[in-house]
């Protein structure tokens, strides 16, 4: 059979925005079913019935990967563990290096009792760990080079996410260290909030991010590439502008030379604290010229339709910039691919509209 693939950015609807992506493909002669990330929990019935529907009624799943712990992401694949025979399941574990982060941490005088803390901290990973052990799934470390199916895990490196584990303020000592912050943090954050209510009209071209950056946990979040049927494909989770720029730094000595993804995974539902024009111009390409009729390109972003802070208007200009096509799941599913089975009752779905205003800085 010719080679192919589909990706399918599930609507996870709610408050806020979540993910979740299945994908089927054939490369090489081998065929695979991929699972990233499965949304809140109350989404991993949704995902399970999709890939059934989709799929062709599966019962077994290749790879399952949690990108990182956050419940948006983590939460249904507690589901799909359940519901499916699983190859392997793939996802970083804190606990298992407490020995190495113990030095870190002196308020903890064993690795034991960290680790324990640890597992408690991050319970969507414990409990999707307890699961995979009770149906005997492979668990594999996610970390930058690991080959999983066709995906290449371009971040993080082990050294980088004991970094951010360190970091984290989920983790016990930046806990203690930020109480006293807490109110302050809030204040700023209200600041910050009623500044995006304000839009500004701007001339093609002009981009302006955010100056702070994402939380610690997005950071490390698995970012994998494809290169299936001539098309680059690069899903980045949550990934923050220090993930992206690691990954832009490894991807030479896998022999992808950027720019030039073309099936593009905005990170944090299109957050303007995830990317930078830099960024974006070392993975996907310089901005063109105004009245672009150039299409070089897809941009995804997973987006709840009520959650009313993503996308990011800035985001979604700075895709259109570089000559994409932009889809959200708001409201629906969208489906990409190539030399994919053909699906009945599914039509083109029209793309995001250029913006002609932004966030205010």
């Known amino acids: 059979m010719t080679d192919y693939f589909e990706i399918d950015f599930l609507a996870v609807e709610s408050a806020k925005s979540g993910d979740a992506i299945a994908l089927r493909y054939e490369k090489d002669g081998v065929s695979a079913i991929h699972v990233v990330d499965g949304g809140y929990q109350q989404s991993g019935e949704a995902l399970v019935a999709y890939i059934k529907k989709n799929y062709g009624n599966p019962t077994y799943i290749n790879h399952v990967i949690v990108t990182h712990s956050d419940g948006d992401h983590a939460g249904g694949l507690r589901e799909v563990l359940n519901s499916f025979d699983v190859g392997e399941l793939w996802m970083l574990r804190p606990w298992l290096y407490a020995s190495e982060l113990l030095p870190s941490f002196p308020t903890y005088n064993s690795a034991e009792r960290l680790a324990a803390r640890l597992r408690t901290i991050y319970n969507n990973l414990a409990e999707l760990e307890d699961i995979a052990n009770e149906k005997g799934i492979a668990i594999r470390e996610p970390f930058r080079g690991a080959s999983i199916g066709a995906f290449t895990v371009m971040s993080p490196s082990i050294t980088r996410y004991f970094e951010l584990v360190i970091k984290s303020e989920k983790t016990p000592e930046s806990t203690i260290e930020h109480q006293p912050a807490i109110s302050a943090l809030l204040e700023g954050a209200a600041k910050m909030a009623a500044k995006l209510r304000n839009l500004v009209r701007v001339v093609w071209g002009v981009e302006t991010f955010s100056t702070e950056e994402t939380s610690a946990e997005n950071e490390m979040s698995v970012v994998q590439y494809a290169h299936m049927c001539d098309e680059r494909i690069l899903l980045t989770g949550d990934a923050g502008r220090l993930a992206l720029s690691d990954t832009i730094a490894f991807a030479p000595s896998i022999g992808l030379f950027l ?24 993975l996907l390409g310089q901005i063109l010229p105004g009245n672009n009729t150039i299409e070089g390109f897809y941009a995804f972003i997973s987006s709840a339709k009520a959650d009313v802070h993503h996308p990011r208007k800035v985001v979604v200009r700075a895709m259109i910039h570089r000559g994409a096509k932009v889809y959200t799941t708001e409201g629906g599913c969208v489906r990409t691919g190539k030399n994919a089975p053909s699906r009945s009752g599914w039509t083109a779905l029209e793309h995001v509209p250029y913006p002609e205003e932004q966030e205010e800085a």
Do not use: E, K, M
């Open 259 to 282: 720019p030039g993804i073309t099936r593009f995974q905005v990170p944090h539902h299109g957050s303007r604290r995830n990317v930078s024009s830099a960024i974006l111009d070392a």
